[in-house]
């Protein structure tokens, strides 16, 4: 059974980082850690990444997957400096900002960790992403809480779409 300790996700404990887990465990495929919570992103003032869900493999320092919701744009380097050495070139983070215009989809790269930005309203991080990665709601109602996140951290490791590929600083100014 793969422990904490094992993954990129020990250093975000040790730090004290990883909040109100709804999961925090293996999941149901051999080797991969999840987390179902809030991610501190800043402890004074506290500032989280809502709504987080992510993924992890035994023995790998870096997150394979990551999902959230941030209330502001400005929030992102702050996301991209606590992700840091738990990120991944062939990662797949998909960040959901508060403050995004409905139509803005963009691909940043901020200290070499690249995210994809997406809008979102009043809906939530988990039906966006069974959206964006067209997958089945009614089968997943059926799932618990790990085998969800199996399934969704599967499709984000096999999502391939592109979208405008943005500087920080140019998303700044188009808010």
């Given at each position: 059974?793969t ?14 980082r ?20 809030e ?5 004074d ?7 987080a ?25 702050a996301l991209?400096?606590?992700?840091g ?40 991080v ?7 990665l ?8 059926k ?30 100014k188009?808010?």
């Amino acid at each position: 059974m793969t422990s904490i300790d094992v993954t990129a996700f020990q250093r975000l404990e040790a730090e004290g980082r990883l909040l109100k887990p709804a999961l925090k465990a293996p999941t149901h495929r051999a080797g991969r850690f999840g987390f179902r919570g809030e991610i501190a992103l800043s402890l004074d003032p506290p500032v989280t990444l809502e709504a987080a869900f992510a993924a992890t493999e035994e023995g790998d320092a870096a997150l394979s997957f990551l999902a959230g919701s941030l209330t502001s744009y400005k929030q992102l380097p702050a996301l991209a400096e606590i992700l840091g050495p738990s990120a991944k070139a062939d990662g797949k983070y998909f960040i959901y900002v508060g403050d995004l215009d409905r139509a803005s989809r963009y691909q940043i790269s901020i200290e070499g960790v690249s995210l994809y930005v997406f809008p979102i309203d009043d809906t939530s991080v988990y039906n966006e992403l069974i959206d964006v990665l067209y997958l089945d709601k009614t089968k997943m109602k059926k799932f618990d809480t790990a085998e969800k996140l199996d399934v969704i951290a599967d499709g984000a490791a096999k999502y391939d779409q592109t979208f405008e590929a943005i500087t920080y600083e140019e998303g700044l100014k188009r808010l």
